[in-house]
């Protein structure tokens, strides 16, 4: 969160802003190798996470995942981007990004 905020608050005079997106989980080929992991259970302890997520269909689509950072990119103002962490599962509540991903 600081490292974001740091790098904003140094290069927006230099027209450079700075924001912070959280996708989730997304299911990408990679994931699909994750999932795959047959080592040592202590090698990888997040690895029943990831398969809790697959098979409850927690996984964010690839395309939805664009679509949201077009929508930030292109439909929320820079000062609000830059004002917060965005995170794709939070902002399922959000009337505007329902109305832009369901067009």
Not at 4 to 11: D, H, K, T, V
Not at 25 to 31: A, G
Not at 35 to 57: C, N
Request: hydrophobic share 30%; glycine share 8%.
């Amino acid at each position: 969160h600081m490292m974001y905020r740091c790098l904003g608050a140094e290069l927006r005079p230099h027209g450079i802003l700075v924001g912070s997106v959280r996708p989730g989980v997304v299911d990408t080929p990679m994931s699909d190798e994750v999932r795959g992991f047959r080592g040592p259970p202590e090698h990888f302890p997040m690895h029943k996470k990831f398969h809790d997520l697959h098979r409850a269909g927690k996984l964010e689509d690839p395309d939805n995942v664009v679509t949201y950072f077009h929508w930030l990119l292109s439909e929320v103002g820079d000062d609000e981007f830059c004002a917060e962490e965005w995170d794709i599962r939070n902002s399922k509540d959000d009337e505007r990004w329902k109305k832009y991903s369901s067009s």
